[in-house]
């Protein structure tokens, strides 16, 4: 048997393969001694001739073997190269079960070779991951407080996500620090400000949220608490680089395609629905001329810090007063 699970949504595929794991474990081999992974611990890439040993290799005193091969497809990206392994999968015998397990993006793995050879074949199994949308992370988010007797309103769910974003990784970590803080009791928006550390991406969003609705305050608020975690105001300023060419991106996209959806502007800029349903909301608050403008400056701006003009402290604070005092 071949099962390939892969996705972007790196924490929800380790943990099919972690269950994977524990039920072989139950029903076929308690001791062990059957599952195999790859590369050792004392390897950096595959010995193809161990792998093909291990799958090869009759189980010890069990009904079948488990080996599972993390991060192979990122490694074999060549069609020559996936040949022998491909060979080497298409005969596994019927005691051997292999993971293939790979982080690549679904369209990367669809474009892969060992995933295109076995793309129609009997007794062949894919678990594929992608990223959540928002209100799947919402539903993630409630059940996961469950298991962990974590009290949160489906506000403040929200706001949760709003600032440590769709990754169900980082939010499994900041669920951990929220449930082991507040001990049992409802988690309040205090809470939240003060112990979950917003993803950069996500944290933009927030930021450019307070920036469109012309709230100094929280503006103020949150450029203070991303230098509180060590942010650098250079990678600030790249952040916010990047935010406001994707919102001209976004507008031109609506400018030329009238009544086109979040979805469309998705495929198009090739971003995730999360991130194109953020930007669709908040370029309505901007002028294009007023992001253009806001962009020109910016570059001149970084030509002043690599010429020792100015510092990235005073270029981040310059970028942002034109966009939280303009008037729309």
Not at 29 to 53: H, W
Not at 61 to 67: D, G, I, P, S, Y
Request: proline share 4%; charged share 25%.
């Amino acid at each position: 048997m071949l099962i390939f699970v892969f996705g972007k949504d790196k924490f929800n595929a380790k943990e099919k393969v972690r269950v994977m794991r524990e039920a072989f474990l139950d029903k076929f081999d308690p001791s062990g001694t059957n599952v195999v992974e790859f590369p050792l611990r004392d390897q950096k890439k595959f010995d193809i001739g161990q792998v093909a040993q291990a799958i090869q290799s009759p189980p010890f005193l069990a009904q079948k073997r488990m080996v599972i091969l993390k991060g192979l497809m990122s490694e074999i990206t060549r069609k020559p190269e996936s040949k022998p392994w491909i060979e080497i999968f298409e005969n596994v015998p019927e005691s051997t079960i292999v993971v293939l397990f790979d982080e690549l993006s679904v369209a990367k793995a669809r474009k892969h070779a060992m995933v295109l050879n076995f793309k129609e074949v009997d007794g062949v199994h894919e678990y594929i991951f992608e990223p959540m949308s928002e209100g799947q992370a919402a539903k993630w988010v409630a059940d996961e407080s469950v298991k962990l007797d974590l009290r949160i309103s489906s506000a403040l769910v929200r706001s949760f996500i709003m600032m440590a974003g769709v990754d169900a990784w980082m939010l499994s970590l900041e669920l951990e620090k929220l449930a082991s803080y507040c001990r049992g009791r409802e988690v309040t928006q205090v809470d939240l400000d003060l112990m979950v550390r917003p993803s950069a991406d996500d944290q933009m969003f927030v930021f450019l949220d307070a920036l469109s609705q012309r709230d100094t305050r929280k503006v103020k608020q949150l450029l203070e608490q991303q230098r509180l975690f060590g942010t650098p105001d250079a990678q600030l300023f790249g952040m916010l680089v990047r935010q406001v060419r994707l919102l001209i991106a976004a507008a031109s996209f609506f400018e030329c395609n009238p009544g086109s959806s979040e979805r469309d502007l998705a495929q198009t800029l090739g971003v995730h629905p999360f991130v194109a349903k953020k930007l669709t909301q908040q370029q309505q608050h901007f002028s294009k001329d007023e992001l253009i403008a806001v962009q020109s400056e910016m570059f001149d701006n970084d030509f002043l810090v690599k010429t020792g003009v100015l510092n990235p402290k005073q270029v981040v604070d310059l970028s942002i007063a034109p966009l939280s005092t303009s008037d729309n």
